[in-house]
């Protein structure tokens, strides 16, 4: 009984240790933060990017996404004004409505039942942001 016990008191802390974690995550300030760590490396905005699949995302704002399409090519997504879910969105997609190409003009990210437009995409020079990281913990 005491063992069920324990077990279920260290199961609560775990589930409020990873609430916690969320909660950090979503935060305007640790929004900001994130962003300003891909900034130095934004390139000339672009109308369009080749995508075959999501790789990974991270909301750096309440209109701003990164993406990676693969392990070394990411883009800041900035998308139309307002999009109130994406803030608190679980999941993203990316919609491409030209053969596995995604398009400021035509395409959106989306979440749950909502859609936003995309209106600006602006590559991230990552192999450069990796190097002056890795220089800079040397």
């Known amino acids: 009984m005491k063992l069920c016990k324990r077990w279920m008191i260290g199961l609560a802390g775990m589930g409020l240790l990873a609430m916690v974690g969320v909660a950090h995550a979503d935060t ?19 109308d369009d990017f080749t995508f075959w699949t999501l790789y990974k995302w991270q909301l750096v704002g309440p209109q701003k996404v990164v993406v990676w399409t693969t392990v070394k090519d990411a883009y800041l997504l900035t998308v139309e004004t307002p999009c109130p879910r994406l803030e608190w969105a679980n999941g993203i997609g990316v919609t491409s409505q030209q053969a596995h190409q995604v398009s400021r003009r035509f395409d959106y990210v989306t ?9 600006k995409i602006e590559p991230i020079d990552t192999a450069r942001m ?9």
């Open 111 to 119: 979440m749950a039942n909502d859609r936003c437009r995309i209106e």
């Open 130 to 138: 990796n190097e002056e990281r890795r220089a800079a913990e040397k």
């Open 28 to 46: 305007r300030a640790t929004q900001r933060a994130n962003l300003d760590k891909y900034t130095p490396y934004l390139e000339a905005p672009v």
